[in-house]
């Protein structure tokens, strides 16, 4: 099956530095990558929706200068989390979705990053 | 306005059988999908419907009805390891996932 995977699994940064998280898809090509972010007992959040080779599109009220996002290639999406706070800290989840050849807009989720800002 | 709706949460006893509703009402409709999300982990893949009926895989199925906006998870045979969130989503006009807030599910010996 596709397989998603996500680096680092878990980050513990200061208040006001970066971290950057990649999204790998590791057997099939994905033109479209999706990072979401979910806080304790709540559902999936879309933060950006990524495609390969153009910008990428955020959902209203999450800060595209905060929040960069890199889709430099087919098997590949970074999300840079830009002077982190404590706010910041949340479960950060990124999927790709595998069309080619299957017909279904399935989405293929990495394991998440857990980032902790201190 | 898009939204989804399934309860908060639910509680079932091991061994048995529960069922999970999920009601839509979205811009457009290109199937709708079932999550299980274990605590700290990510979602996985149960199933997908796109067509109206019953798809049956496994211990688990998934219902469909377009015409009420409706879906259900059923899942037998209940065992813990089955302790999770159900998220339900749908695929709108625009190809783009809405998800509903997810069903915890509790199972008790």
């Given at each position: 099956g596709a397989v998603v995977s996500q680096h680092p699994s878990w980050v513990i940064c200061k208040s006001g530095t970066s971290v950057k998280?990649?999204?790998?898809s590791l057997d099939f090509q994905a033109t479209t990558m999706f990072w979401y972010r979910q806080f304790p007992k709540q559902s999936l959040m879309l933060m950006a929706t990524?495609?390969?080779?153009?910008?990428?599109t955020y959902e209203q009220g999450v800060e595209k200068d905060k929040f960069l996002i890199n889709?430099?290639?087919l098997t590949l999406s970074t999300l840079t989390v830009t002077s982190a706070h404590p706010e910041d800290s949340s479960f950060y989840i990124c999927s790709a979705r595998d069309q080619e050849g299957r017909g279904v807009y399935e989405q293929y989720f990495g394991p998440g990053t857990r980032l902790t800002v201190t | 306005g898009q939204n989804i709706d399934q309860p908060t949460e639910m509680t079932?006893?091991?061994?048995?059988i529960v069922q999970i509703n999920c009601t839509y009402q979205t811009s457009g409709f290109n199937g709708l999908f079932w999550y299980q999300q274990h605590a700290g982990e990510a979602p996985t893949f149960l199933s997908y419907n796109v067509l109206d009926g019953l798809e049956e895989k496994?211990?688990?199925?998934?219902?469909l009805s377009r015409s009420k906006g409706y879906s259900y998870l059923l899942l037998k045979e209940l065992q813990m390891k089955d302790s999770a969130s159900y998220l339900c989503a749908v695929l709108d006009s625009n190809y783009q996932l809405i998800w509903g807030a997810g069903t915890k599910l509790i199972i008790k010996p």
């Open positions: 998280i990649e999204c790998r990524s495609n390969e080779g153009s910008k990428a889709h430099a290639s | 079932a006893t091991e061994g048995a496994g211990r688990f199925s998934s219902f």
